[in-house]
């Protein structure tokens, strides 16, 4: 089966880090962009950081610069999301998405894979 699985969310004190997964099931994850998405209570889903396949172009919420890390091992066929500095505001589900174009993945528009989506909870 065709799918993305996340683990590594949960709950975490302000100042504290987490590290989100992404293991690719059913196809090759080097030949995709790939970034993590999330969503708030009553908010509209938004783009946190993606990255291209070959050349590394990455892209970070300006909110999470220098606090967030995307990266992927194309070996364990998995990215990944190091969150860092963690606010209450970075509460959310979050989610990873994979597509062959890193400007569907930009835009967060018909992209071919997501995950089922992971809480992380930010409070003291």
């Known amino acids: 089966q065709l799918q993305l699985v996340e683990s590594g ?3 975490v004190q302000p100042g504290g880090s987490l590290r989100l997964s992404c293991v690719a099931h059913g196809f ?8 993590w998405f999330r969503q708030a209570p009553g908010k509209e889903r ?3 950081s993606c990255i ?5 172009i990455t892209y970070y919420k300006d909110s999470v610069k ?5 990266s992927r091992d194309n070996a364990k066929n998995t990215m990944y999301l190091q969150m860092n500095s963690l606010k209450p505001e970075d ?3 979050y989610s990873c998405a994979a597509d062959p ?3 569907r993945v930009l835009g967060g528009n018909n992209i071919e894979f997501w995950g ?3 809480q992380v909870t930010v409070s003291s």
């Open 9 to 11: 969310g949960g709950l």
């Open 28 to 35: 090759t994850l080097d030949y995709y962009a790939i970034g």
């Open 46 to 48: 938004e783009g946190v």
């Open 52 to 56: 291209s396949t070959s050349d590394g």
């Open 66 to 70: 220098g606090r967030f890390t995307i």
């Open 91 to 93: 509460t959310a589900v």
């Open 101 to 103: 174009s890193y400007w």
């Open 116 to 118: 089922q989506g992971t």
